[in-house]
C-alpha cells in the first residue's frame, strides 16, 4: 500500500500561480500512474492530470496549457504547477495513484485550493 499527503493549497487570486506536491509513502518508481483530481461543491471528481511512470502525461482540457504534471523519483513526489488560475479552479484537489500490477486506487486526504478575484 501507499500513504499520500498533499499540500501546497491555498488562497490565490486570479491569474495567479500554486503549485501542488504530493508527496508518497514509498518509492514512486513502485507506483504506476498518478494523477491530480479535483471536486468543487456540488459537483463530481474530476481528473484534472495524469502521469505515467515513464512521464507521459494526460491533462483535462480544462487544465491544458495552464497546468504542468510531473514527478520526481528520486523525492516520491509527484507535482501539479497551476498557472493563470481562474475562479472555476476553486476546488479540493486529491492526489492518486495505483502501483504496478494492482488495479486498486490510493488517495490522498486532500487540499483545498480557492481563487479569489
Known amino acids: 500500500q501507499v500513504q499520500l499527503v498533499e499540500s501546497g493549497g491555498g488562497l490565490v487570486q486570479a491569474g495567479g500561480s500554486l503549485r501542488l506536491s504530493c508527496l508518497a509513502s514509498?518509492?514512486?518508481?513502485?507506483?504506476?500512474?498518478m494523477g491530480w483530481y479535483r471536486q468543487a461543491p456540488g459537483k463530481q471528481r474530476e481528473l484534472v492530470a495524469a502521469?505515467?511512470?515513464?512521464?507521459?502525461?494526460n491533462y483535462a482540457d480544462s487544465a491544458k496549457g495552464r497546468f504542468t504534471i510531473s514527478r520526481d523519483n528520486a523525492k516520491k513526489t509527484v507535482y501539479l504547477q497551476m498557472n493563470s488560475m481562474k475562479l472555476e479552479d476553486t476546488a479540493v484537489y486529491f492526489c492518486k495513484a495505483r502501483l504496478l500490477g494492482f488495479s486498486y486506487d490510493y488517495w490522498g486526504q486532500g487540499t483545498q485550493v480557492t481563487v479569489f478575484s
Open positions: 514509498r518509492s514512486t518508481s513502485s507506483i504506476g500512474t
Open positions: 502521469i505515467t511512470r515513464g512521464g507521459s502525461t
